[in-house]
């Protein structure tokens, strides 16, 4: 006798992702049948047919087993229009009937059969579209797992597959040395670039010419991520730089690396890191050796370095710029610098200007307010989904209170009708009452505004598009520096400033 059969697929546990289970038991809620076999194909993306479970599916379609396959969706059987169009005339040759949970027609009809097509045909251009953003051939060649060419970085030896397929061949020490500096300076505070460089020099580690590291090759070796295991936390990092992805989502899988390519030939690879927003990243054919959570933790400790070097730019204040007020006289604190090799301080216009203040900020050290400043902000940004809840349950409170002096207020006037109360005792009652109530609706009305500010705010800021709502974790040191600085324009109103380095912050909300 023919069987049913469900096939469920998955590629990476994603949050918008359905999991396999969810997938067959919505299948086997179509089933006709109690019992229909199970093919489920756990880490496989669908863009290609080699899935084990797949495989057994279809050689049971062709023994003739099977009468019908449920699915959740087209793209769990393919996302290739060529490879779906393949399985199904398999399908239809073995009379075999092919239901999908999402898209609901019949295949037994003509016009279920096009509907099938035009799905299977818009599910393909989804995929594409991806890739069309970069329309140049040389991309579209590197998606699917290579090494794109050029000089391999250190560490590796341009290679070939046994597909002929470029890739890199490790170089064992010098691996030793990516990995040890990734892993000394997340891990030993204080560690500069320069003395991490002598370590690894008195540790026997040389340059391919043999000489000793410069901080910044070493800092661009700590910035490639070719090194890094490409996974879904890697995927979200580079999301926050807006970077442009060659590869789908569920492709990051952690199992290979991947590689910043310029859009523009010639850009030094330092800038290449800096701004992302103009670079595409690809999936490599290479394990990475670095996590990426040491890779991330990395990029922060070699941003700060960064920024102190910028310290001196006319922009030293970064995204406290404007906020920072004298809490004397209320002037908008600015940075001075003396010279270009000295590092800026803070100093009051009313001071310095209009000589109506007597407060210097000359002790108060700029970086450490950042960085202070910015663990609050990470405490503010963790705390959001709680004080949203906060303010709701804050609200019904406030709704049930309402209702309380409603009913007291019936009661009195029921009382007064009866003539037990004077008008004038009447009349303070109901006013004391009322003027609670209107209390109440004010308080309910801010609560509740203050929840849509920071949805609508955070949501629709085109800088902080990576936000999909409270239960998103923003790790704000790793943001760039205009999406600190709209956070900041967004959540702070101001920051008064003490000579001593003590401040208060006004939140907005
Ligand atoms: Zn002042």
């Known amino acids: 006798m023919r069987q049913e059969a469900i096939y469920a697929r998955q590629s990476v546990d994603k949050k918008d992702s359905v999991s396999i289970e969810a997938q067959i038991e919505q299948c086997r809620a179509l089933a006709k049948t109690q019992e229909p076999l199970v093919f489920q194909d756990k880490g496989f993306s669908g863009k290609n047919t080699e899935r084990p479970d797949l495989k057994r599916l279809f050689e049971a379609i062709r023994a003739g087993r099977i009468s019908t396959v449920y699915v959740y969706k087209l793209d769990r059987i393919s996302r290739n229009i060529v490879d779906f169009n393949q399985l199904y005339q398999t399908m239809e040759a073995y009379g075999t009937e092919f239901v999908s949970v999402n898209e609901k027609f019949d295949t037994s009809s003509v016009m279920g059969r096009a509907m099938m097509q035009i799905i299977a045909v818009f599910a393909q251009m989804e995929r594409e579209t991806i890739q069309q953003r970069v329309k140049d051939n040389y991309y579209y060649r590197i998606t699917d797992g290579r090494w794109a060419g050029g000089p391999a970085p250190y560490g590796y030896k341009n290679a070939r597959t046994e597909n002929n397929v470029p890739t890199l061949k490790p170089v064992p020490e010098e691996l030793n040395l990516v990995r040890a500096a990734f892993s000394l300076y997340d891990g030993t505070a204080h560690l ?20 000793k590291f410069v901080s910044c090759t070493l800092s661009r070796i700590m910035q490639n991520p070719v090194y890094v295991q490409a996974d879904q936390k890697l995927y979200k990092y580079f999301q926050t ?32 890191y800096e701004d992302m927003k ?22 922060s400790r070699l941003k700060k370095n960064e920024q102190f070097k910028r310290a001196n730019s006319p922009s030293a204040l970064e995204e406290l710029a404007g906020k920072l007020k004298c809490a004397s006289c209320g002037h908008t604190i600015k940075s ?25 900020y000359r002790k108060v050290n700029f970086e450490t307010l950042q960085e202070q400043i ?63 109530i209107n209390g109440i609706e004010l308080k309910v009305q801010m609560n509740t505004s203050a929840v849509d500010f920071l949805k609508v705010n955070l949501e629709n800021n085109s800088e902080l598009n990576f936000y999909h709502g409270p239960q998103e974790h923003i790790e704000y040191g790793l943001l760039l520096m205009e999406q600190k600085k709209e956070l900041v324009k967004l959540l702070i109103e101001k920051i008064t400033l003490h000579s001593d380095g003590a401040y208060e912050i006004e939140w907005s909300l």
Not at 244 to 267: M, P
């Open 192 to 211: 500069s670039l320069a003395s991490l460089c002598t370590w690894l020099y008195n540790q026997g580690y040389r340059t391919r010419k043999g000489g």
């Open 241 to 272: 730089k807006k970077i442009k992805f060659l590869n789908e989502q569920e492709e990051w899988d952690g199992s290979t690396s991947c590689c910043i390519v310029a859009k523009k030939k010639g850009n030094s690879s330092l800038s290449k």
């Open 278 to 299: 103009e670079q595409s990243v690809y999936l490599t054919n290479i394990p990475g050796i670095v996590p990426s959570h040491l890779y991330i933790s990395v990029q």
């Open 336 to 360: 001075y610098s003396q010279s270009t090799n000295m590092r800026p301080y803070l100093s009051c216009p009313g001071r310095a200007t209009h000589k109506i203040c007597g407060e210097s």
């Open 374 to 436: 910015g663990r609050e902000i990470q405490g503010y940004l963790d705390s959001i989904e709680g004080r949203e809840r906060q303010k709701q349950e804050e609200n019904r409170k406030l709704e049930t209170r309402k209702e309380e002096l409603k009913k007291e207020l019936d009661n009195l006037i029921a009382l007064a009708a009866k003539g037990g109360l004077t008008a004038e005792v009447l009349q303070a009652a109901i006013e004391e009452r009322q003027t609670e």
